[in-house]
C-alpha cells in the first residue's frame, strides 16, 4: 500500500487510527522503502549522513549511536504501542545502517578517491575543454612526464583511436601524497572524459566495475599495483567500452 506523509507522520505521532497503524505496521515487515521514509520523516537519516561526512576513526560509531538516540529521546514520543514497535525496529535498523557504513568505509578507500576525482570531473564543461589544442609531440611529452610520475608506461598509441575520443591532455594530480594522474579526452560532442590512474601498491586486483558517480557513467578497476578509472558523461556502454580498450593495452 502507498502511503502519504502526513499519514506516516500521524503514524509516528502516535495519531493514527488504529487501522492505519496496524496496516503500516504489517508493510514494514516486507517493505523496505518504507522504513526508509519513515526514518527520514523522523529526521534519522540526516543524523546518519551527518555523522558519516568524513571518515570515522575508531569508538566513533559509538559515539554516533549515543547521538542518535540522545537526539530522538530528547523529544516528546507518544507510548500508543504501534510507536513503541516502530522505536525498537527503527533503533534496530539504525544500528545496522551504522555498523554496515563502518565497515564499508574501513574495507577500503577506494570510494573516497574516485568520488574525489569524480567531483574534479563534474566540474568540467565542454568549453572547459575545448581551447585544449596540444600537437602530438606535446601529448608525447606529456605522457612521458606522467609516466615517469606514475611510474607506468604511458603510450599515445594505447591512447587513440577509443570510440572516437579525442586526446587532449595529461596533468599530474595527487591524491593523499600518492600520484594521480588525469587524462583528458573529449567525446565525439566535444564533451569532456577522463581516464585516471592512481598508484596504490596495496590495492588488490579486481574486475572492471560500471557505476555512475555524481551523476556520470564511470568504470574501475586495479591491478599491479594501480587503481584506474574511466569517468565521463551519461553514455554507460561507451565508458565501459572505453575502459575495456584501454584495460587491454594497460595490463
Not at 522504513?35 to 560509531?61: K, M, N, S, T, Y
Not at 564533451?191 to 585516471?196: G, K, L, S, V
Amino acid at each position: 500500500m502507498t502511503y502519504t506523509d502526513a499519514q506516516l507522520r500521524s503514524y509516528l505521532a502516535g495519531t493514527a487510527e488504529a487501522s492505519l497503524a496496524q496496516q503500516i505496521e504489517a508493510d514494514l515487515e516486507n517493505d523496505p522503502i518504507l522504513e526508509q521514509r519513515l526514518l527520514a520523516l523522523e529526521g534519522l537519516i540526516p543524523v546518519i549522513q551527518h555523522g558519516f561526512a568524513d571518515q570515522p576513526a575508531p569508538g566513533h560509531l559509538k559515539e554516533l549511536e549515543e547521538k542518535i538516540f540522545e537526539d530522538t529521546a530528547s523529544e516528546q514520543i507518544p507510548t500508543t504501542p504501534f510507536y513503541r514497535q516502530w522505536g525498537a525496529r527503527a533503533a534496530t535498523l539504525v544500528a545496522g545502517l551504522v555498523i554496515g557504513a563502518g565497515m564499508m568505509v574501513w574495507a577500503d578507500d577506494a570510494p573516497d578517491w574516485r568520488q574525489e576525482v569524480a567531483s574534479y570531473q563534474a566540474l568540467y564543461v565542454k568549453d572547459t575543454i575545448a581551447s585544449l589544442n596540444r600537437s602530438e609531440a606535446e601529448l608525447k611529452q606529456e605522457l612521458a612526464i606522467a609516466s615517469a610520475a606514475v611510474g607506468q608506461q604511458l603510450n599515445l598509441s594505447d591512447l587513440t583511436d577509443l570510440q572516437g575520443l579525442k586526446l587532449l591532455r595529461t596533468q599530474i594530480l595527487g591524491h593523499e601524497g600518492a600520484p594521480l594522474i588525469q587524462i583528458v579526452f573529449a567525446d565525439p560532442n566535444g564533451a569532456p572524459i577522463a581516464f585516471c590512474i592512481l598508484k596504490d601498491t596495496g590495492a588488490s586486483d579486481t574486475a572492471m566495475h560500471s557505476d555512475n558517480l555524481k551523476g556520470m557513467a564511470a568504470a574501475d578497476w586495479t591491478g599491479n599495483g594501480y587503481r584506474y578509472l574511466v569517468i565521463g558523461g551519461d553514455n554507460q556502454n561507451r565508458i565501459d567500452t572505453v575502459a575495456q580498450q584501454i584495460h587491454s593495452h594497460v595490463l
